[in-house]
């Protein structure tokens, strides 16, 4: 009788492993199941003593012979990976064999990251390795989800079916992070171009205004002499001690703003404080807390349904939902399902979710559809987002004009208020 080595999670929890002998898969997956056990994978032992080392020796000869012309750099981007994905899914659902499969798409990508690591996953599956064990080697490419999802299709002998439920996921991931995108660009590059074009005045026109205001002897009012001194100081000739002009800050502040962020993001603390704080902010927040909302559903509603266990999906959905707000309540929803409570009970606690998710949840959880109800949640979110986007447009172009025609009326105030003194004393001086 074959032995099958398992993972699998317990009712604490916690992740197990070992092997058992059964007749078949199916078989283990009970024998598991019966000792109170969630299978996460199984496979069947079919390589031990001298077979194990004699196969050893000939991967270990392979990624010897490849590895001199291995060299890429870069990260995957997830444009090519769901590519990968759906093409994998439709060469298993037309019957190919998976190593011959994963050989065709590595043979057709180009030098890069993505070919590289198709390389080391063909090597492993052509050593006896399952398919997810294999991609897990490689987590830069694939990640936790990503395994998780290929192992349950594995084991459910459904992987074409898991990797197009799969592809689908990152696909609607794309589409909405590309909307969002988007619809930043404009108003990026419109404050851009308009600091751009401040600074310009400030560096070059306004100091040839105070050259004619020091011929004419005229007196500044206040609002020049700060205008003046802010063009010093852009210019990088407000004092001596000035080593760096003021334009190269402004100029260069965005890529110092966004290192700083990322900094302060790399501590737990900083995280956590930065993503409360952004959920706070109006229209902002809003639009950020829909996009969290609408990732986490439909990643434990695909998780699921591709038959990962709920406690393992919550985990895998905490980890991948990017917020710390978000973590903190599936943290939550993980203890209470192992405690035996319900799934929509922390949830509607931690109000970080609308009352109607919560309460598509708890009927979800009545009728046994949770991950039909996920489903839905995310896409009903998703054209949600699509609204937030538009409202943030909507705000952001009167708001944009308002702050640069202020702008504008400042600079003209304080380069026409002189020149205006300097007109009635000319005209004073011709009357006498």
Known sequence: MPNYAYDAVNNAGKKTSGTMEAASADEALKKIRAQGLFPSGVKEQKITGNAAATKGKVRDGKKKKKGGFNISFGGVSTKN???????????????????????????????????TTLQGVCEEVEAGTSLSDSMAKFPKCFDRLYTKMVAAGEVGGVLDVILQRLAEFMEKGQRLKRRIIGAMIYPTVV??????????????????FQEIFEDFDVKLPDLTIFMIAASKWVAG??????????????????????????????????????????????????L???????????????????????????LITRDTSGNYVFERALGKVHDSIREGETFAGPLRESKVCDAIVVNMIDVGEETGDLD??????????????????????????PFMVVILGGIVLV??????????????SVSNTSKK
């Open 237 to 286: 000739t407000s004092t001596k001690d000035q080593v760096v002009p003021g334009a190269i800050w402004v100029l260069c502040s965005p890529v110092l703003i966004f290192l700083f962020f990322k900094l302060v993001r790399k501590t737990g603390t900083g995280k956590a404080w930065t993503d409360i704080i952004v959920l706070k902010i109006p229209v902002v927040g809003t």
């Open 81 to 115: 990976l769901t590519l990968f994905t759906r093409q994998l899914s439709t060469l298993q659902d037309a019957g190919l064999p998976l190593l011959r499969s994963m050989q065709i798409l590595e043979s057709q990508q180009r030098p890069g990251a993505l070919k």
């Open 288 to 314: 950020i807390k829909k996009t969290a909302v609408a990732r986490f559903t439909r990643t434990l509603g695909t998780l699921i349904s591709a038959g990962v266990p709920i406690l393992e999906a919550i």
């Open 191 to 208: 404050i851009f171009i308009a600091v751009a074009i401040v600074t310009g005045i400030m560096y070059f026109v306004i100091p040839k």
């Open 411 to 424: 600079i003209v105030l304080a380069l026409f208020l002189p020149l205006v003194s300097m007109i009635e």
């Open 372 to 397: 039909v109800m996920l489903m839905k949640i995310a896409d009903n979110y998703d054209e949600e987002v699509d609204v937030a986007v538009a409202s943030l447009l909507s705000l952001l172009e």
